[in-house]
């Protein structure tokens, strides 16, 4: 399969789920095993106000292929979002999962981690 021709709602599926599930790793790596610490913590990480808040100060970071498939998540035509979550912040979260899913798909692990490891200290710093 042509990952490059994928709509953005398919490469935020699969971005979406990689991403959670790398967070949920690194919270357990941080030793913190109660449920209720382990799912408050994950959401500072996977929400869409967080998402948006990484792609603020990823976006001059990337490079033109990255920029696109951003692009091409964030102006999928989603057909629903969350009552709870601003426009912007639930479109450039999907562009978010886009590029992750993007970038998973494409087996590039050496950029998918530089972008993950940045989006984490983002959001440690930003929580900080």
């Known amino acids: 399969m042509d990952y490059k021709l994928l709509n953005g709602a398919n490469l935020a ?3 979406d789920a990689y ?3 790398v967070i ?4 357990i790596n941080k030793k913190i095993t109660n449920l209720h610490k382990l799912h408050d913590l994950s959401v500072k990480y996977v929400s869409a106000t967080a998402h948006n808040l990484i792609m603020e ?3 001059p970071l990337l490079n033109e292929e990255e920029i696109d498939i951003f692009h091409r998540g964030r102006n999928y035509s989603y057909s629903s979002r969350r009552k709870n979550v601003k426009r912007d912040e639930y479109i450039n979260s ?3 999962e886009a ?5 998973y798909l494409i087996d590039n692990k050496k950029r998918l981690e530089e972008i993950i490891n940045l989006a984490i200290n983002i959001v440690e710093d930003y929580n900080e």
Do not use: A, M, Q, T
């Not at 590029?99 to 970038?103: F, K």
């Open 13 to 15: 599926f699969v971005g």
């Open 19 to 21: 991403y959670e599930l």
């Open 24 to 27: 949920r790793e690194h919270l």
């Open 57 to 59: 100060k990823l976006l």
């Open 94 to 96: 999907s562009g978010f």
């Open 99 to 103: 590029l992750i899913g993007y970038l």
